[in-house]
Structures are given as C-alpha cells and as structure tokens.
C-alpha cells in the first residue's frame, strides 16, 4: 500500500516531532504573537539569536533555523500576506509561502515539514481559500518531487479541520 503524503492532524503545532514546522512569521523574523510567540517560547532564547542574523524575510519567501528546544529539528519561517480585500496579490503571494517553504524542505532533504495555517490568523486570510491554495501548492510540487516525503496541516479549530478534510479527501495524496 502507498503511504500517504499528505496528513492532517489538528492540535498545537510545538508539540510535533517532526524535521521541520513551518512559522507564520513577520518581515522581522524577529517573533510575535499567535503562533510565531508560541513557536519562539517553546524554542527558548537559541530560536530568536539565530533569527536575528537573518536580516528579516520578504512576504511570500521562507528562511529555515534550527529548532533548539522544539522537538522539531528545523523552523521554517515564512511570511504570509496581509489580507487587504483580495485586490493586492495576496494569493499568489500565500501560494508562494508554501512554494519557498516545500523549496527549502527539498534542499535540506527534509522528510517530514508540518504547516500550520499560513495568514489565517491576525493577518486575517479567509481561512477556506487559505486551505484551498495550501492544498494546491503542496500537491503540486509533491508530484513533482521526493522531499519532503511527508506534510502535515495542523489546524487549531474544528471548522477549519473539516474544510482540509474535504479538501484532501477530493484529491489524490
Ligand atoms: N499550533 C498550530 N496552529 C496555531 C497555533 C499553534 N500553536 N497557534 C495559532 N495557530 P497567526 P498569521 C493558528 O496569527 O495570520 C504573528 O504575530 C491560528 O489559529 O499566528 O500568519 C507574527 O509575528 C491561525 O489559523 O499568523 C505575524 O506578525 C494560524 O495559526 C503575524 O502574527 C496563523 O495565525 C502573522 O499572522
């Protein structure tokens, strides 16, 4: 039987023992609330020294770190659009988060990368069409490459669950 590429779990994303979990982070990188803040505290003060060498990160581009006290071995920290109406290209720009994140999962062979919902909290992307462009991108490149091998969706409510669920359940994974 195929094992299944795509997972979806839902929960707190600090908690996984996974090679990496991707940050919603900001252009500083420099830590915040949600779970940027919950990420950063559960990593200790290591997390936020290396992320201060950095010099921030562009919207829609993805830097990766070490863990430090994260049971996950690597945070991939990406920036999601601001959600300003639909009009300032934050689509593609949410497509390109999981694009550069699946990227750096792929050149550091990372096997397992867990996403929580990029810009679905305080940056106040519709959290539907948010499920539908990260299922999409993902699909898309894990047809098209072997890393990472396996990533998972961490949903925090049991609506949003439900709208990955569907989601994946009407495609191949
Ligand atoms: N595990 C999994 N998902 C979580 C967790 C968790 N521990 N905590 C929150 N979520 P947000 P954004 C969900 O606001 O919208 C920060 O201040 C949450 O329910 O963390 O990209 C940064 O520094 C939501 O669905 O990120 C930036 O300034 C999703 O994670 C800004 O927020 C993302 O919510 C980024 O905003």
Redesign the pocket.
């Known amino acids: 039987m195929k094992t299944k590429r795509v997972e979806l779990i839902k929960?707190?994303?600090?908690s996984l023992d996974v090679d990496a979990i991707v940050n919603?982070?900001?252009n500083s990188l420099l830590?915040?609330?949600?779970?940027?803040?919950?990420?950063h505290n559960a990593a200790g003060p290591g997390l936020l020294s290396e992320c201060e060498k950095l010099n921030g990160c562009e919207t829609g581009h993805a830097k990766i770190t070490n863990g430090y006290r994260l049971k996950a071995r690597h945070v991939i920290h990406t920036v999601?659009p601001i959600w300003l109406g639909g009009f300032s290209d934050e689509n593609s720009l949410l497509a390109s988060c999981y694009q550069s994140s699946l990227e750096l999962a792929k050149q550091k062979k990372i096997k397992t990368v867990a996403f929580?919902?990029?810009?679905?909290?305080?940056?106040?992307?519709p959290?539907d069409l948010a499920a539908l462009i990260a299922v999409k991108e993902t699909q898309r490149f894990l047809k098209k490459n072997t890393y990472p091998e396996k990533v998972i969706f961490?949903?925090?409510?049991d609506d949003?669950y439900e709208t990955y669920r569907k989601l994946l359940d009407d495609s191949i994974h």
């Open positions: 929960g707190d994303i600090t919603a982070a900001n830590g915040g609330g949600g779970v940027d803040g919950a990420i999601g929580p919902g990029i810009s679905t909290g305080v940056y106040g992307f959290k961490v949903t925090y409510s949003n």
